[in-house]
Nanobody
Framework: QVQLVESGGGLVQAGGSLRLSCAAS????????MAWYRQAPGKQREYVAT???????NYADSVKGRFTISRDNAKNTVYLQMNSLKPEDTAVYYC???????WGQGTQVTVSS
C-alpha cells in the first residue's frame, strides 16, 4: 500500500504556471507507474498524465505541450508542472498509483480569466 499527499494547488491567472507535488510513503515508490487525474465541478474525473517507473510519459491531448509530469525517486515524489494555464484547467487534481489502487486527497487548482 502507498499513501499519497498532493500539494501546490492554488489560484493563478490565465497564462500562469503552477507546480503540483505528490509525496508518497509506505511502499517502494520507484516501482510504481504514477498518474495525475483531475475533476472539474460537475464533471467526471479525467486523465491528465502518466509517468512509468522507466520514466516514460504520456499526456491527455488537452494538456500536451503545456504540462510536464516528472518524478524524483530519491524524494518519493511525482510532480506536475503546469504552464500556460487556462480557465478550463480549473479542477481538483489527484495523484494516483493505479496498480496500488491508491489516490491522494486532491489539491484545488483555480485559473481565473
Amino acid at each position: 500500500q502507498v499513501q499519497l499527499v498532493e500539494s501546490g494547488g492554488g489560484l493563478v491567472q490565465a497564462g500562469g504556471s503552477l507546480r503540483l507535488s505528490c509525496a508518497a510513503s509506505g511502499s517502494i515508490f520507484s516501482i510504481y507507474t504514477m498518474a495525475w487525474y483531475r475533476q472539474a465541478p460537475g464533471k467526471q474525473r479525467e486523465y491528465v498524465a502518466t509517468i512509468t517507473r522507466g520514466f516514460s510519459t504520456n499526456y491527455a491531448d488537452s494538456v500536451k505541450g503545456r504540462f510536464t509530469i516528472s518524478r524524483d525517486n530519491a524524494k518519493n515524489t511525482v510532480y506536475l508542472q503546469m504552464n500556460s494555464l487556462k480557465p478550463e484547467d480549473t479542477a481538483v487534481y489527484y495523484c494516483t498509483a493505479p496498480s496500488a489502487g491508491s489516490w491522494g486527497q486532491g489539491t484545488q487548482v483555480t485559473v481565473s480569466s
